[in-house]
């Protein structure tokens, strides 16, 4: 088992940055790979980044590429999501999710945060 908790959301202005963090306890967290997933008002959860459990791979949406990086620290037990340049279009509640590294669905995910607002005023 793996617990998560997401922290570091909050309102920002439009062109602005954001970090969010990933608590994970449990002692399997270093075997997972994590992703980061989010949902807006009336929107389906979608896939935004995800590394592997080494950290040494990395995958961005489309939408997100170049603006935010993912992170992790297994000695810490932390993955992080920095999210800069952000958009009104960033707005939404993040997740970070625990499950294998080809998992991009939310479906594919087995274990997942309670998830942080994020809000991006333009």
């Known amino acids: 088992q793996v617990q998560l908790v997401e922290s570091g959301g909050g309102l920002v202005q439009a062109g602005g940055s954001l970090r969010l963090s990933c608590a994970a306890s449990g002692r399997y967290f270093s075997s997972f790979a994590m992703g980061w997933l989010r949902q807006a008002p009336g929107k389906q959860r979608e896939f935004v980044s995800k590394?592997?459990?080494?950290?040494?791979?990395?995958y961005y949406a489309d939408s997100v590429k170049g603006r935010f990086t993912i992170s992790r620290d297994n000695a810490k037990n932390t993955v992080y999501l920095q999210m800069d340049s952000l958009k009104p279009e960033d707005t939404a509640v993040y997740y970070c999710?625990?499950?294998?590294?080809?998992?991009?669905?939310?479906?594919?995910?087995?274990?997942w945060g309670q998830g942080t607002q994020v809000t991006v005023s333009s």
């Open positions: 999710a625990a499950g294998p590294y080809r998992a991009t669905s939310p479906k594919e995910y087995n274990f």
């Open positions: 590394i592997s459990w080494s950290g040494l791979n990395t």
